[in-house]
């Protein structure tokens, strides 16, 4: 602890006023403090950095955040999982409704962690920390620790399932979708200037889960040209925190050019390989063990063999409440014909995995109101909720 207080690039950062060597006056200030809380973190028996809140109101139900990982231990997760701990303590033990903190508006590596983890940005304190002899902007960011109020659904649920149950209405959106097919009318949109390759109504769909859930990890596997995986990073970004992962067994130079340079690119993380690798697995239950709850697409190949191993490894990752969509079920109601140059096809598809995954596991059920919202849709009986 004597190193870090006297270390003054980290003092910088932390916004300190400079090294100052008496630790057990820091310390006794810091566990002493009415209006703080304060943890060191521990790897084994050694300090590894501290957490702390501090100028807790609790009138106003709000405290300001403040972390740090030795060098030797960071990226490990260690200032994630910290984070975690002390959110649940300010949220569950001070009933905080707010965290706020304060970090230097030059400290660009600092400020994509704050934002990942759902911080965000309220205002810049101009020339606000003197240091080097000179003064410095300071950001202002915060995060709610407030559920977001969700909308109602805008139609009537008895107009819905009537619509569902509609003879006319199913014989012509099979009819259709049949139709749609033959055009490739999923290639005709794209997501923030990246092809999307899905149908508008799913897009709707998804952003209606993930604004439920509010998920801070997206796993998907099938990557394609990105607009899917750009859409979970746009969503996470309008909810304010989050990530997206994407996982395709192959990323192909100009798309993962593509997905790298976007705008959106710091909420992205690609992994190339096999989405039923144990190895490209066991990278993503490193995020998932950092993440609060996480929503997982399933969208690579449409062999039943695949889905079902994809079923096997990801349902864990699923939060209960969250949501497992497995895209592309409809293939088991078109005509084989379709898929004649493909290793999949009715009877063997994504369907006919989530059906026997549905009937050997209890934790997730079919959410059947999204999908009659729906309409049209790729992924019949493909919305799994988890409820335990």
Partial sequence: MLRWRM????????????????????????TQDPAGVFFVIAVGDRAAGFVQLVRIDRTNRFGYLGIFVDREFRGRGIAGQALAAMERHGKGSLGLRRICLEVLAS?????????????????????????????????????????????GIPNDRELIEAMNRDTEVGELRRRLFSLMGKY?????WTWFGRPVIQLPQDLMAMQ??????????????????????????????????????GIDIEIRPHNRRAIEEHPLARRITLIEGSSVDPAVVARV???????????????????????????????PFVSVGSYLVVFDTAIEDLPASDFADRPWGPGNSPKTAVDAFLAADDRFVVDRELEARLLFTVAPSGYLRRIR
């Fill in 7 to 30: 270390d003054p690039e980290e003092q910088r950062l932390l916004l300190s006023r400079g090294p100052d060597p008496d630790v057990e006056g820091w310390i006794e200030r810091r």
């Fill in 107 to 151: 400290n660009e590596s600092a400020l994509r962690f704050w934002s990942r983890h759902g911080y965000v940005d309220v205002g810049t304190l101009r020339e606000h920390h003197f240091h080097d002899g000179r003064y410095h902007d300071v950001r202002l960011m915060e995060k709610s620790m407030e559920p977001t109020p969700l909308p």
């Fill in 184 to 188: 490739k009318y999923a290639h005709n």
């Fill in 208 to 245: 209606t889960l993930l604004l439920d859930v509010q998920p801070d990890l997206v796993i998907e596997t099938g990557v394609a040209h990105g607009g899917s995986l750009v859409f979970s990073a746009s969503m996470m970004e309008l909810l304010g925190r989050g990530h997206a992962i």
């Fill in 285 to 315: 239950a490193e995020y998932v063990a950092r993440a609060r709850r996480a929503v997982v697409f399933l969208d690579s190949n449409h062999t039943a063999e695949h889905v079902s191993a994809e079923l096997r490894l990801y349902s």
